[in-house]
């Protein structure tokens, strides 16, 4: 039973409103563990993307790279894009989750982290760390 996250929890939502909302169970408990150990707030931005969404924001549906969509094997949401803009968290959410079993990738923007399961159970024989710059 995860303390600070649950499964419905509104941060997972997408955000156009249609109320899709399933992320992971792992990244989940994954993501209550990292809170423990920070120690402050952590903020979802991005959960949970149905594809009017993602052809909304431009994204690519549905591929690969797309994993806030649910993916096919399961149903479930396998990214998230927490809220991050100092170098200090950064560095934890990189070493936290570099450690986690099934996480294949990280991208950080100068706004959020985002971290990403993928959408098999393959062991973490890939993993990268992306740098993009975002505007506001
Ligand atoms: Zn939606």
Redesign the pocket.
Known sequence: MSKWFGPNNEQFA???????CNPDPQLVLDLDEFRDEWGLPVIITSG??????CLDIGDEIPSFRNVHQPAPSDGYTKAVDIACESARMRMKLIEFFKCKKGYRRIEVTNLHVHVDRGVDNVAQDVFIVNWIVEHK
């Open positions: 997408c955000k156009c409103g249609c109320g899709l949970s993307r149905c594809a009017k969404h």
